[in-house]
């Protein structure tokens, strides 16, 4: 007698199904798969087209370049894994630039060479611009080998990379660290770097490192590179599009400028000043704050003037300093909030005193800080803020 259990039928269906999803999950990563069927536009050179490899693309800076790049019709490549990125921007400039070859994200991590092989072999680009790295000074001198590594390794891999595959044009985000703290002021490029009498922490040590090995590599190379020193950033997109949205756990090692609007938006009780007793005109710690417009627009400057066997370096600031009471000041009238202010001991790491001489990139690369008014960049800042209470999280 035929017998029917209802339950191995169940069983029978159930794996039926099971087989048509996973099918059905294949199908669709295969499609998303950018080697899935005819070959990419961002696999082969194009004629009169630049693809650009933004590294950290995901990231602040990163994130403001790419969307400067694909106006001016560049195509973009973004590399980041997220550890300090977000994705939420990588969609923003997805949905501004849909057309095919246009962007793509890459997620993968830099210290990987073999990833990172592959991602020079499946694709031609003629550019990088490497912004991928850690970049807090506090953070740093806790943790010097998280520095060491997601920063001169990975430069090293990446410099490897594209001496490897050909790829000639490197735009490199080096830091106003790397001059630790100098006696003379302003700094100009031949200011001398890091030595034994000038104090530096390990990330302006980790980025001074990777400079070298990329100087050294280009004696010998037809590499064109530019180094651009940035000095303090700050501000976001005009148009309100990106916005600056570190990870929460960095509250701590934060910039003066998050700190400041999480104590405008309550988040924090207030805003801590580390230091008062500093030798400057209001004993507050004066630094170069440059609007993050303008230092992109110095990437593409750079970019555009970069020439085979050429290495430019270049400090980007306005020229300025501005003391951290004056920088609060500026904070509490672009968010017209009272923040209440705390006077605390000096922080390990910081130098009493560093702004630019931007007189070489002027002359070099026609290149000058436009938005130099501190309140209106935070301002800038500032709406994006209250319109992003998650960051790129929610709303
Ligand atoms: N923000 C400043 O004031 C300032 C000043 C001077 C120099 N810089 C330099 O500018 C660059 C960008 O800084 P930012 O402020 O935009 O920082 P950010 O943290 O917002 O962006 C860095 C990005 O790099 C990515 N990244 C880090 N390690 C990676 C890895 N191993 N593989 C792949 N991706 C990785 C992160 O996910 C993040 O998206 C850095 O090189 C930094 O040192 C920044
Ligand atoms: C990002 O890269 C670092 C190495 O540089 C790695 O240790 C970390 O786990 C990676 N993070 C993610 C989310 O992949
Ligand atoms: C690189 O940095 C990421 C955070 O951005 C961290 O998770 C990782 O541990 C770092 N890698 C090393 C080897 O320290
Ligand atoms: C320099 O820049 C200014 C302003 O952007 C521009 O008007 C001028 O033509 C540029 N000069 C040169 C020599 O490119």
Redesign the pocket.
């Known amino acids: 007698m035929e017998y029917h259990d209802p339950k191995r039928k169940s069983n029978f269906v159930g794996k039926i199904l099971m087989a048509a999803a996973l099918t059905a999950v294949c199908i669709i990563m295969l499609k998303q798969s950018p080697t899935f069927g005819t070959p990419s536009q961002f696999s082969r050179h194009e004629e009169g087209v630049t693809h650009v490899l933004v ?2 693309g ?5 994130s403001h370049a790419a969307l400067r790049l694909l106006k001016e019709s560049y195509r973009v490549t973004i ?7 977000n994705i939420g921007a990588v969609k923003v400039l997805q949905e501004l630039f849909p057309e095919p070859g246009r962007l793509q994200f890459i997620y ?4 990987d060479a073999k990833a990172v092989n592959k991602i020079f072999s499946e694709n031609a680009f003629d550019a990088v611009i490497h ?5 807090y000074v506090g953070e740093s001198t806790l943790d010097p080998l998280k520095y060491y590594h ?1 920063i001169t390794s ?1 430069t090293l891999v990446v410099l490897e990379a594209m001496a490897a595959h050909g790829v000639n044009t490197l735009i490199y ?5 790397t001059y630790g703290e100098p006696e003379k002021m302003p700094i100009t490029e031949e200011t001398p770097q890091a030595s034994k009498l000038v104090p530096i922490n390990p990330y302006g040590k980790a ?1 001074k490192m990777a400079e070298d090995i990329i100087l050294d590599f280009s004696k010998n190379s037809d590499m064109a590179v530019m180094i651009l020193r ?4 700050i501000g976001s997109d005009p148009e309100g599009r990106l916005g600056e949205a ?1 990870r929460p756990e960095l509250r701590e090692h934060g ?1 003066i400028s998050g700190a400041c609007f999480d104590a405008a938006r309550g988040i924090m009780p207030g805003l801590k000043v580390k230091g008062t007793d500093y030798n400057t005109h209001d004993g507050t710690c004066i630094r170069d704050y440059i609007d993050v417009t303008d230092l992109v627009d110095a990437h593409v400057k750079a970019l555009q003037k970069a020439q085979p066997s050429k290495v430019g370096i270049y400090n980007v600031g306005t020229g300025k300093g501005r003391s951290v009471k004056e920088f609060v000041e500026a904070c509490k009238k672009a968010t017209g909030v009272d923040i209440k202010v705390d006077y605390l001991p000096r922080r390990p790491g910081d130098y009493a005193e560093v702004f630019s001489d931007p007189t070489k990139i002027r002359r070099e690369l026609n290149w000058t800080a436009q938005h130099t008014d501190l309140e209106e960049s935070l301002k800038t800042a500032w709406r994006w803020q209250k319109a992003h209470r998650d960051g790129y999280g929610a709303s």
């Open positions: 590294t950290g995901a990231g602040y800076i990163g590399v980041d894994n997220l550890s300090r990125g993968a991590d830099l210290g912004f991928a790295a850690v970049a997601n990975n985000s080096s830091t106003c660290a980025k940035y000095f303090n950033v570190p910039r």
